[in-house]
């Protein structure tokens, strides 16, 4: 569909009543859609995205989240070894980081980070869904 057939379909709002707005919410989460558009979506594995999603919800107005592995794991219904993987992946690709709580501590903050411009690196291949940390 080209630019301009795009602005000539009329777009219907199922229900206006309900849309989305910040309003007086907690959180602040959401999705870039670049994640789609860039091809992000074809190299991230379905606990990556839940991972993704999970910290993008739980995330403050900087991005950041302190919720634990095993409290991402009981939420999600992962297993540990997944949610090891899918934040070394996100990490990989440039998506989160990681800040330890403090030097010795084994957990930390994670930020949810903007999109890299340009879709995923090229290394993304050699990063295997059973790669560990």
Not at 86 to 107: I, M
């Amino acid at each position: 569909m080209s630019r301009r057939q795009r602005k000539s379909v009329r777009v219907v709002v199922p229900e206006p009543g309900r849309m989305r707005g910040l309003g007086g919410a907690a959180g602040f989460g959401w999705l870039d859609a670049r994640l789609w558009r860039d091809g992000w979506l074809e190299v991230l594995t379905a606990e990556d995205l839940a991972v993704y999603a999970f910290l993008c919800l739980v995330a403050d107005r900087q991005g950041v989240s302190w919720y634990r592995r095993d409290r991402i794991r009981v939420a999600l219904g992962l297993d540990e070894q997944a949610v090891w993987q899918a934040l070394a992946r996100l990490e990989a690709l440039g998506l989160v980081a990681y800040r330890p709580f403090h030097v010795h501590a084994s957990e930390g903050f994670r930020q949810v980070l903007a999109v890299p411009v340009g879709g995923p690196p090229p290394f993304v291949g050699l990063l295997e869904a059973g790669d560990e940390r």
